[in-house]
């Protein structure tokens, strides 16, 4: 694969085109307008910074990786790319309608492939030009450091989709885990019960935030606790998960716990706006309850 594009310069986005580009291959970037596309370069600039900082990277380096990430204004410089990865919002609607128009500039033996966390994949593939070429792609957050992706051929996939796209996440330095299409895959079928679990421990005041994030990092080896966790990854798209893992399989265990409803409601989100289970706007995390 040459040229890849992906859409969606958020967290999941940016995380993804600084990968790719730091195995050396162009990718385009985008978002809702080029602005948006240009302000996900910006986050990767951030990122590549720290690691020149840190002398984890060398500055001439972390310039030709950012040289090849080219943030694009619409879907039409796609009909280059060999790969076009979403990575929107995880709202079927707002992926339905990239696939529909991303799909009409995608080239003949390109692959389009999502980075959904939770939606099926078999459904999503009917709304791109050919099912047989549509695959489930999950990456893990922050992607430059997180070692899995998750692979998800849906009914329609072909098996020569698949082989190809695996091989892609290997040449990323990732691992696969193939995983059928069913909901949350492997991995988030078993983290969001979890994080949403914690959540109501703390709704029902069994102990506070800090006890229980410490609890699970000491207790389970885990790196960050559930709730840290949870505003890391961000509580809307917790939110947006396991309401996905609920209305697809109707089982109850999979009850969104109210108050993260209530935090989303407020607006709190996690890192990305200051304030989830923790307060971000001081120097430190600062729990909340
Ligand atoms: N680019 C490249 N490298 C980066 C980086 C970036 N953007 N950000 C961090 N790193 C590197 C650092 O340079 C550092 O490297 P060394 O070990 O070589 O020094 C390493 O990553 C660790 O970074 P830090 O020292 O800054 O931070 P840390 O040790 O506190 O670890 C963490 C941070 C990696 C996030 C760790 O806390 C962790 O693994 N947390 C759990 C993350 C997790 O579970 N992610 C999955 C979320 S679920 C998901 O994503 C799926 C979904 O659909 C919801």
Same mark, same amino acid.
């Given at each position: 694969m ?7 310069a958020?967290?999941?986005?940016a995380g993804i085109a600084?990968?790719?580009?730091q195995?050396?291959?162009?990718v385009?970037?985008s978002?809702?307008?080029r602005?948006?596309? +240009?302000?996900g =370069?910006? $986050? *990767?600039?951030?990122?590549?910074? %720290?690691?020149v900082?840190r002398?984890?990277?060398? !500055? ?6 950012l ?6 204004g ?7 790319a ?9 709202? +079927?609607e707002i =992926?339905? $309608? *990239?696939?529909?128009?991303a799909? %009409?500039?995608?080239?003949d033996?390109?692959?389009? !492939? ?7 994949i ?12 549509f695959i ?14 998750e692979?998800i ?8 989709t698949?082989?190809?796209i695996? !091989?892609?996440a ?6 696969v885990v ?11 079928r078993?983290?969001?019960p ?6 109501f421990v703390?709704g029902?005041s ?7 994030d410490k609890?699970c990092?000491?207790?389970l080896?885990?790196?960050?606790g ?9 509580l809307d ?6 309401k996905v893992?609920?209305?697809t399989?109707r ?6 716990a ?5 935090y989303?409601e407020a607006?709190?989100?996690?890192r990305?706006?200051?304030?989830g ?11 909340t309850?």
């Amino acid at each position: 694969m040459r040229r890849i594009a992906v859409i969606g310069a958020g967290q999941m986005g940016a995380g993804i085109a600084q990968t790719i580009a730091q195995h050396g291959i162009h990718v385009m970037i985008s978002d809702i307008d080029r602005a948006h596309a +240009e302000a996900g =370069k910006a $986050t *990767i600039g951030k990122s590549l910074s %720290k690691l020149v900082g840190r002398g984890k990277l060398e !500055a001439d380096d972390a310039e030709g990786v950012l040289s090849r990430i080219e943030p694009v204004g619409d879907y039409s410089p796609m009909a280059e790319a060999d790969l076009i990865i979403e990575a929107a919002t995880e709202r +079927e609607e707002i =992926k339905k $309608t *990239i696939f529909e128009n991303a799909g %009409k500039v995608l080239a003949d033996n390109a692959i389009m !492939a999502s980075n959904t966390s939770s939606i099926p994949i078999t459904r999503m593939a009917n709304y791109s030009p050919d099912p047989s070429r549509f695959i489930g792609l999950h990456f893990f957050n922050p992607v430059p450091v997180m070692g899995l992706i998750e692979v998800i051929p849906g009914l329609a996939t072909a098996p020569e989709t698949t082989d190809r796209i695996s !091989a892609f996440a290997e040449m990323l330095g990732k691992q696969v885990v193939l995983s059928q299409d069913e909901p949350g895959f492997v991995v988030n079928r078993i983290l969001l019960p979890m994080i949403n679990e914690a959540v109501f421990v703390l709704g029902q005041s069994t102990a506070g935030i800090a006890d229980i994030d410490k609890g699970c990092r000491l207790g389970l080896n885990h790196p960050m606790g559930p709730l840290e966790l949870a505003d890391f990854v961000g509580l809307d798209t917790c939110l947006d998960i396991i309401k996905v893992l609920y209305k697809t399989t109707r089982d109850g265990k999979y009850r969104p716990a109210p108050l993260l409803v209530k935090y989303v409601e407020a607006g709190w989100l996690g890192r990305k706006t200051g304030r989830g289970f923790y307060d971000y706007t001081g120097d430190a995390p600062v729990p909340t309850r």
